[in-house]
């Protein structure tokens, strides 16, 4: 959490309670990460969980040599402030390489046409243990997905990312599954690809 007096930094969810143990780590390795360096939050300490009611499978998965695995994907700044980077879940390996949905979204939804877009990965067949980069977008009101436009968002895509974060597929919907909360349900377009196999 931030603090209540001293030092705030806007955009961070802040740093560890009093009593916790944080530590960031490699999602494939767990090695805990340099500072700077995004990797899944763990804790542990009295106010976190001991587990899940009756649920043995999520305990296993969640709770490892006594951390929580939070899902969040986090970076630690010099001063010890957290900033939220993606979930694990929605983590993407590309060729090797770790691709946040999150800032590939953020980089393409201040593309003048894009109102939403997911970002999600699918089984690349050429590659086994790769994903590949599909990007499903909803345009704003008044833009239709024409090849112009179509091509405009992958030059800019191209300009603005790297080579392995590039969307390779893209999909143009009228408008995007949401949560009560107005974000865009992924698990949902994922699911549709899941079934699509």
């Known amino acids: 959490?931030?603090?209540?007096?001293?030092?705030?930094?806007?955009?961070?969810?802040?740093?560890?309670?009093p009593d916790t143990e944080l530590r960031l780590v490699d999602i494939e390795t767990g090695e805990q990460v340099e500072l700077g360096k995004p990797g899944e939050i763990i804790c542990k300490g009295p106010q976190v969980t001991r587990g899940y009611f009756k649920k043995p499978d999520a305990n296993a998965k969640t709770i490892i040599d006594g951390w929580f695995h939070t899902g969040d994907v986090g970076v630690m700044d010099e001063d010890g402030f957290i900033t939220i980077v993606d979930r694990t879940k929605d983590m993407l390996i590309v060729s090797g390489y770790k691709v946040y949905s999150v800032h590939v979204e953020d980089v393409m939804t201040k593309h003048p046409d894009i109102e939403l877009v997911a970002i999600?990965?699918?089984?690349?067949?050429?590659?086994?243990?790769?994903?590949?980069?599909?990007?499903?977008?909803?345009?704003?009101?008044?833009?239709?997905?024409?090849?112009?436009?179509?091509?405009?968002l992958k030059k800019y895509a191209a300009e603005h990312l790297s080579k392995y974060e590039n969307p390779k597929q893209w999909e143009f919907r009228e408008t995007l599954p949401l949560t009560a909360v107005g974000k865009v349900l992924k698990?949902?377009?994922?699911?549709?690809?899941?079934?699509?196999?």
Do not use: C, H, Y
């Not at 698990?187 to 196999?197: D, G, I, P, Y």
């Open 1 to 17: 959490m931030n603090p209540f007096k001293g030092k705030k930094k806007v955009g961070t969810v802040g740093l560890p309670v």
């Open 187 to 197: 698990r949902s377009l994922r699911e549709e690809e899941t079934k699509k196999e």
């Open 120 to 152: 999600i990965g699918l089984k690349d067949p050429d590659r086994p243990g790769s994903e590949i980069v599909k990007a499903v977008v909803q345009l704003k009101e008044g833009v239709q997905p024409t090849e112009k436009v179509q091509e405009d």
